[in-house]
């Protein structure tokens, strides 16, 4: 069964910073490409950045370039996240499909995500 997990969320200062971890079971997660997306209560989830299989990054959303960068090694992707920010804090999802253009589909692979909060 292939699944993503995801670590590495949790509570910091605005500030701060915080790596996530995506890593896989059941798959090679180094065949695909994979999306960060976050979604804070009560608005829509957000693309955050995606990263290819041969670790090109497709994009970064505008709210986070410069503070966050996407990585890869050979079954994770990370998302180091500095300078975090209040309206940083969401539930921080990944996902998994051959392409970066595909990820965001309900038929990727996904993770059930980790909190991050970003409060003083």
């Known amino acids: 069964q292939k699944e993503l997990a995801e670590s590495g969320g949790g509570l910091v200062q605005p500030g701060e910073s915080l790596r996530l971890s995506c890593s896989a079971s059941g798959f090679a997660l180094n065949t695909y490409a994979v999306g960060w997306f976050r979604q804070a209560p009560g608005k829509e989830r957000e693309g955050v950045s995606c990263?290819?299989?041969?670790?090109?990054i497709t994009f970064y959303a505008d709210s986070v370039k410069g503070r966050f960068t996407i990585s890869r090694d050979y079954n994770t992707v990370y998302l180091q996240m500095n300078s975090l920010k209040p309206e940083d804090t969401a539930v921080y999802i990944c996902?998994?499909?051959?392409?970066?253009?595909?990820?965001?589909?309900?038929?990727?692979?996904w993770g059930r995500g980790t909190q991050v909060t970003v409060s003083s």
């Open positions: 990263i290819r299989n041969d670790g090109t």
């Open positions: 996902a998994a499909d051959v392409l970066c253009s595909t990820v965001s589909d309900r038929r990727a692979i």
